[in-house]
């Protein structure tokens, strides 16, 4: 086996004038070096990107982003690799580099994507009715706006990306072992972009060691291993390292959001406007629903009743690494329901009112369902009351306000902080939803063989999700069985249906619908079998206990394993019956699942220190019904931490060249065991009504939910120094400058 | 340079680069790929293993300072007939998801255990607080733990905890792996096997 390692620019934005690479050819463990010009030669410089435009794979005519990728060096040993990468010798041409989002659109900004016509305009898009939200806030006796910037963050998966390229030139077959969230969907693109027919392409993603949306787009690297074994014919490992993960594959977030929230004196919340600018990177590879710009940023009403609603987001390219949409976010709603939590939080400070208090006048009631927001989302299902006021007892809500007075009272500043989130997960139907023209629908096959043991073949892929135990458990409650008698084969084209892979939270709304369906598909055909061995009618049959059963005559009943036997056996069927119990499904889902929760988290703040001590963090969560309680459970726990992270610590900064200040754990830092407290976890059940189980995603949503928890907290904490808003991460120094510059705003002091 | 460095109670002799870093030696020279490699700073904790007694980022070690030293991986972790109770423990308290950090985190919990057996909540926080879970939130790795640390403490017989560094006695490979071995098994059951053919690999 080779391995390939990465040269890649020091510079943000650079013209390349050449690329001298004949002293690494020269190294005697190089077997090849490819640069833009040798994939140029093969139509390989370039690559589709999984939202619509291009990215380079390797650079032929600048470098757009500081770690962008210039060539592949193929040795005997990867350290030996690493050695040519010194030996090839670059030159540029430096260029101004465009590093701040805010003036990508000045006219005299540098442009970074000259190939392109429109500048560094990405898109402009919209949604709402702008008309009758002017209206609504024209009406209005009270509006409050703020300008608030979610920080750029990477979701830094333990495990970095890497593949082993296997091209086998005899029979002309490719085989890549690859970290991928969606190996169907790669598998399309390789084909597209070698040319090799898609059937001889195999895509191996096995145990992945963490994604949450880092490993859905199709990276350069994974495009070098594979020509570099179209080119050796030999296999080819290509495997990045920390620095290179963190600044050269999909960050996250980066928006730059000013949101308005208007309300009636009494609290009732009437509308909400939103202006965004999204800092896109240098090529556009937000990996979401092609229709979708913006993702589901348009669901930013959230949890309230408001009469209109109106967003603008322009996107704008940077000299920063491409991304967008990754880390638990839910497409883009992890930033939509930070800004209508933030906003709520600032409304209820400005009316006087309990932050509580002002969430439940405005929540959604549960004889609303299904309600269309206004920007068109349809919530298929919700109790939003009884879930925040669950939160709230299990927080002893009154109890910690009371304790809150107590400390301030003696200069201790603690705070707490609410957030009530909706998310719209399951992407998607596939008259609205598709990823590179793929409608993103997921097939599942099931085989039952002959002595009842089952085996599914799924098309999205675990990172840790336990797709093995939730899937097996869905088959086996539909069949009878235990989970035990049936595996769950994933992450292996050859040997699973097409689908888009895991992202989004949509494993459970859509490919577990799929598993359900095929399950109750194989169910049917048993049917038939058991009623020619009962000498019955199969319209006398009920599906009872896990078993088909005579109605009115429960005693005589056939299981699955005795049937999947007979189904097997030379039992004569009636014409036009097949034998066995196998069945596949494709699944289009009618619509999202719309999971919801409601978060408490206490913090302490150090207010001499600026730091930040998360004391609690009550999680209800309602995701439908629960498939795997503590998988469930799992899940959140590693969404609360995520919120910790992102609130007070995770940023992935740039100096004003476009230097990547966080490209390693000791500068992109990330909660430990010491930072995450315990978490409280609530459930309420308000299942799917169009899901086969009732089921919703549960994967993000404490991602999507907590950060603005935690921040609420924190402001809420530093309310007597007149804070109303401080940018994520709420680092000690950012803590601290936000109470100093409050109280240079208040010389008074104390402003409550 | 030649080096020879025990692995798991196993010899291995290997001419290697100076520079060749141990997490790289452990995994592609001798394919024990159960210890990862994630960040290259030390700050991730995926690849832990012991040297000798402590717990080592082996990202950040040269293989050659390992020569005539005894490194412990999580290979070496379980014997041929059953987990160790803090394995054990984190299959039955989902302490892990995707499993990547999980190698060096049961390395840090097995020393934990063997040198507090009976650890509060805040030592299994503060012992796991150089690594990192991308998944968990540690909330399930700290309920492994503490449930390792009470099968652990279910021993029937004999001294359980005169784990390394403690006894002040002979740090030969062998005794010391008898040692920790006589932490009962989980549910109290059969006697652990002790003759070097049974102890880790």
Known sequence: ?752 | MKITVTVNAADYTRVVEPRLLLIHFLRDELRLTGSHWGCDTSNCGACVVWLDETPIKSCTVLAVMADGRRVTTVEGLASAHRLDPVQEAFAACHGLQCGFCTPGMMMTARWLLDNNPDPTEADVREAISGQVCRCTGYENIVRSVLRAAKHDGAAADGPVHDGPGHDGTSHDKAGKHERRLRAAPPQGGRAVHQGPGDVRR
């Open chain 1, 1 to 752: 086996m080779l391995h390939g390692a990465i040269l890649r620019s020091p510079l943000a934005h650079a013209r390349v004038v050449s690329v001298d690479a004949s002293a690494a050819r020269a190294h005697p463990a190089v077997v090849a070096v490819l640069t833009g010009a040798d994939l140029a030669e093969r139509g390989m410089a370039w690559m589709p990107t999984v939202f619509g435009d291009v990215q380079a794979v390797l650079a032929t005519d600048k470098v757009r982003f500081q770690g962008q990728e210039i060539a592949f060096v193929v040795a005997t040993d990867r350290y030996a690799a690493r050695d040519a990468l010194e030996l090839i010798s670059v030159e540029y041409e430096p260029l101004p580099p465009l590093i701040d989002a805010v003036t990508a659109l000045d006219p005299d900004a540098p442009v970074v994507r000259d190939d392109l016509p429109g500048g560094n305009r990405v898109f402009d898009w919209s949604a709402g009715d702008k008309a009758a939200t002017d209206a609504v806030f024209a009406g209005a006796d009270v509006v409050v706006g703020c300008d608030m910037i979610y920080p750029r963050s990477h979701p830094a998966p333990l495990e970095t990306c890497g593949a082993i390229a296997d091209f086998e030139p005899v029979g002309g077959r490719l085989t890549l072992w690859s970290t991928s969230q969606a190996p169907h969907a790669h598998r399309v693109m390789y084909a597209v972009l070698t040319g090799l027919p898609e059937h001889k392409i195999r895509i191996v993603s096995p145990d992945l060691g963490g994604g949450f949306g880092a490993k859905v787009p199709v990276y350069p690297g994974y495009v070098c291993a594979i020509a570099a074994s179209l080119a050796t014919g030999r296999p080819v490992k290509w495997v990045e390292d920390r620095s290179e993960n963190l600044m050269s594959t999909t960050f996250a977030r980066d928006y730059h959001m000013h949101g308005e929230i208007a309300a009636s004196a009494d609290g009732e919340i009437l509308g909400l406007r939103a202006k965004v600018l999204a800092d896109h990177g240098a090529f556009n590879a937000a990996a979401q629903p092609s229709k979708f710009p913006a993702g589901f940023f348009h669901i930013f009403t959230g949890s309230y009743q408001a009469r209109a609603a109106y967003c603008e987001v322009t996107g704008v390219f940077t000299n920063k690494a491409p991304g967008g949409v990754a880390y638990s976010c839910s497409f883009r709603i992890t930033e939509a329901v930070y800004l209508v939590e933030r906003l709520t939080d600032m409304l209820a400070r400005e009316l006087g009112m309990d932050p509580a208090e002002l969430r439940m006048r405005n929540l959604l009631r549960p004889e609303q369902f299904p309600y269309t927001c206004p920007t068109g989302w349809q919530y298929d299902s919700g109790d939003y009351p009884r879930a925040l006021q669950l939160a709230l007892d299990m927080a002893g809500y009154d109890e910690l306000r009371r304790e809150q007075a107590e400390r301030r009272a003696r200069g201790e500043y603690m705070g707490i902080g609410l957030s009530f989130f909706t998310e719209g997960v399951g992407a998607g139907p596939r008259g609205h939803m598709d990823i590179m023209g793929l409608a993103m629908a997921d097939g599942a096959d099931l085989r039952v063989h002959p002595t009842g043991k089952a085996v599914l073949a799924i098309s999205v892929q675990t990172q840790g999700q336990g797709h093995e135990t939730t899937f097996a458990q869905l088959v086996a409650s539909e069949l009878g069985l235990s989970p035990d008698d049936v595996d769950v084969v994933h992450g292996d084209t050859d040997r699973t249906p097409f689908g888009l892979g895991t992202y989004g939270s949509r494993s459970t709304p859509v490919s577990g619908a799929a598993a359900v369906v095929a399950a109750r598909k194989a169910r049917e055909r048993a049917r038939v079998v058991a009623a020619v061995m009962l000498e019955v009618d199969a319209d006398d049959l009920e599906w009872l206990d896990g078993k088909w059963r005579v109605k009115g005559d429960p005693d005589q009943a056939l299981g699955i394993v005795e049937i999947a036997r007979a189904a097997h056996s030379s039992l004569e069927l009636p014409d036009g019956i097949e034998g066995h119990l196998d069945a596949s499904a494709v699944y289009n889902p009618p619509n999202l699942t719309f999971p919801f929760g409601a978060y408490i988290c206490v913090t302490d703040v150090d207010t001499g220190t600026g730091e930040v001590k998360v004391r609690r963090f009550i999680a209800v969560d309602d995701c439908g019904v629960r498939i795997n309680p503590m998988i469930v459970e799992g899940q959140v726990h590693r969404g609360l931490a995520d919120g910790i992270g992102i609130a007070l610590m995770q940023s992935i900064s740039f100096d004003e060249i476009g230097n990547c200040l966080s490209g390693s754990f000791m500068d992109y830092l990330l909660p430990t065991s010491l930072e995450c407290p315990s978490p409280e976890l609530g459930a309420t059940v308000t299942p799917s009504p169009h899901h086969p189980v009732g089921a919703k995603g549960i994967g993000e949503s404490a991602t999507v939910g907590s950060p603005p928890a935690v921040v609420n907290s924190v402001v809420d904490a530093l309310a007597p120094f007149g804070v109303v808003h401080a940018d994520m991460p709420l680092t000690p120094a950012n803590v601290w400058l936000a109470i100093r510059s409050a109280e240079s705003r208040h010389p008074s002091g104390q402003t409550s």
